[in-house]
Structure formats: structure tokens, C-alpha cells
């Protein structure tokens, strides 16, 4: 990346950005007379860091954040003495567990579903002897083999069998996120769940206690879901929060769910309503920048860290 680029992403996260944003808040109403519980959260892969689990905690006490993601490949093969290490850093500075990655293929056949599954027992009882809570996993849009009612047949089944063993094994909550770009709905033959009441039917069918949402702004305000939709849920009901910005300047129905911005970059997606309405239901969970971002995967792990967290920073001064 060149030096003049790297400026120019970075004069994007100033105050610009910000004062565009921020003047959304203006026309909200009263915040809900409740303090905030919501986590800036730090997910290293998520914006292109290639880190360990230990040096993602010490990035997230450096950069302010007040939890950090689960690395699920790495922690639960963590010795005792690392994991204690780990943790007592963690209580000292405060810092809290974000979400795990579910690391189980639902979307394939019921072989690639049996297979990945085998080691979900101890995944789930490695993530409790490490004092995390909540995973995550994201459902597909649209596939060129089931068509809806096939699709969300097998995936209810197969879920509610996963939310089983991670609730007995681990007592973990797991988060479905719903995919809403019409690029990726529409990319395949028969499209499947991209709104928020569409993926309420599905946590309906699987009828697991530990089972709620994933909910990521950008998704969001692709569905064209309303913060009345993000009214019909409790606090309760939400494991994990996404925050990003859209690009300026293409329409909606061309956006890409691989090129996202950070929160508040454009001001396309209004980050104020969106914020505003999780902290009125009392969500209480790690919030996370997903940008998947080429230009700040391209800077140096400390400069997309500091990046990261300025935005989210400034997301979050909006519920001042």
C-alpha cells in the first residue's frame, strides 16, 4: 500500500466521517434510562490481523477495547498454565470474552455435517474451562441444491442438534446470523433466509433454549429491517453484534458482502438507530467491527488495530 493511500483511508475514521454520522443522533429519541452492557470488541481476523489468542489480548488492552474474539482454533488447545495466564491478564485489565466461531459445516450434506460435528463435544467443554460464553455462526443465502423448505429443514435439524451439545457440554448460547446483500441471495439458484423475521422462524423451529441471534448492521440494512425488527427481540435474545459502514456511491442491490467499511466511514448505514435500539433492549454482548477491508487488512497489525478502535470508539461515543 502506498503512503498516500494509507492517508486517505485514514483521514476517513477523522471527524468528517464522524460529524455525518453523529448528526443522525440528533433526530433519535431519548436513549432507554439504562447503562450500557455492550462490549467494544476486538476480532483480529476480522479486519485482516493474523495474531495468537494471547497477542489479540494484549492488542485489545492496548487499543482500549473491553472484549476480544475467540480464536476457536487455537484456545481450546491451550495448556493449563497458558489458559490461567491468559485469564489472569484478562480479570486484571478487565477484558472480557467476545464470541467462538461455530466449528461445524451445517450448509453441506448430512456426511460433512456428522463428520465436523464429531469433535463438538470437547470444542464446547474447552470453551467452558476457558470461561467463554457465546458462539456464533452465520447461515447461508441461498443455495443451488435445496431449494427454501429443504434448506431450512436440514439446517433446523441440524442446529437444534448442535445448540444441544453446546448448551449440555459447555452450557454455550449460539447466534445465528442471517447474510441479506442481494448479490448473495441471488447468487444461486434458490435463494434462501436473508431477513430478520425469516431467521426468527428458523429459531422458532429449532426451539433451543441457548438459541438467538447474530446482528450485524450491515445485514440489517440490507434486509431493509427497521429498529422496530430490532424492537421485537429482548436483550436476551442476542449473542453477538456486527458494526460496519457500506460504501458511498453504489446501490444497494450491487453492494458485496466482501467489501464493507468501518462504522461510520461513509455514513450510509445509520450506525445511531442501530446502536441506539441494542442498548434500549439491554443487549449485554461483545459488539465487532466486520468490515473485510482491503485497504486496512493492508496496514501494519498495530495501525488496523488503532483504526479499528477509533472508529468503534466513535461509533459508541453516539450513545453519550
Known sequence: MSEETRRRFLATLGSGAFAVA???KLALPALAARPRRMTIDLVCGN????VTQREAAELAIAHGFESVGVQA????RLGDSELADLRALMKAKGLAWGAANLAVDFRKDDESFRRTSEELPAFARAL???GVTRVATWLPPSSDTFTYRQYFAAIAGRLKETARVLEGEGGLRLGLEYVAPKTAWAARR???LHTLAETR???AEIARPNVGYVLDSWHWWHAGDSTADLQSLRGEDVVAVDLNDAPAGIAKDQQL???RELPLATGVI?????LTTLLAIGYDGPVRAEPFNKTLAALPKVEAVAATAAAMKKAFALLA
Open 73 to 76: 482454533g487455537e484456545l481450546p
Open 270 to 274: 445509520p450506525a445511531a438507530e442501530f
Open 190 to 192: 434458490y435463494p434462501f
Open 128 to 130: 467452558k474451562r476457558a
Open 22 to 24: 453523529a448528526g443522525s
Open 47 to 50: 479486519i485482516g490481523v493474523e
Open 201 to 203: 422462524e428458523l429459531v
Open 257 to 259: 458482502d466482501n467489501a
